[in-house]
């Protein structure tokens, strides 16, 4: 039997900042649902403070690595959620200033994409999920309306979990490595 490949969880933000903690919380809630359905081995949860090269050490080698950051619109939506999908292929790219394929919040993602590319460091498959928020002042706790979208945000990054591994297990891992190019990027739909 093939031993699993890794899947990183990384919470990125600042749990200092209000909503930019969107991140961290989601990760808490599901360390908290781990101790009840235990996550498989292969999951590492991680946070990061928003420095590119943490971020890179932290999906290195992962066969899928899922991000979870606030995003900050102007004009906003607060609690609207994006999820944006990002193959190997797409990730490959070399990026620039002028680059418009995708547009992420904040220059920290694009930043340690492109380390990442140039050191040979890149996820296999990275998948981003942004919920906007409404305060990104100084101070602890989130808007009651990001808070609102912790549980939702969490039951989606576990989905993330099951099609990937259900992926890996129906096809011959030469298959799950390779998928057809391109970003997806999808608004989710607003539970309320």
């Not at 969490?154 to 391109?182: C, F, K, L, T, Y």
């Amino acid at each position: 039997m093939e031993p699993r490949t890794r899947i990183a969880l990384i919470g990125l933000g600042n749990d200092f900042r209000r909503d930019d903690g969107v991140g961290w919380a989601v990760l808490d809630v599901i360390r908290e649902r781990a101790e009840e359905r235990p996550l498989p081995p292969e999951v590492d949860l991680s946070t990061c403070n928003g420095e590119p090269t943490r971020l890179v050490g932290l999906w290195h080698d992962a066969d899928l690595a899922v991000v979870v950051e606030s995003e900050h619109g102007h004009p906003g939506e607060p609690g609207k959620i994006t999820r944006l999908d990002l193959d190997a292929e797409w990730l490959a790219q070399p990026m620039d200033a002028s680059d418009h394929r995708v547009r992420l919040d904040g220059p920290v993602l694009n930043e340690a994409i492109e380390l990442s590319r140039i050191l040979g460091r890149l996820p296999r498959h990275l998948v981003v999920y942004a919920v906007q928020g409404a305060d990104s002042s100084v101070g602890s706790g989130l808007s009651s309306t990001v808070t609102a979208m912790v549980e939702p945000v969490a039951a989606q990054v576990e989905a993330e979990i099951v099609r990937h591994r259900g992926a890996a297990d129906r096809a011959p891992s030469w298959v799950a490595r390779r998928r057809p190019g391109g970003v997806t990027m999808a608004a989710c739909p607003r539970l309320r």
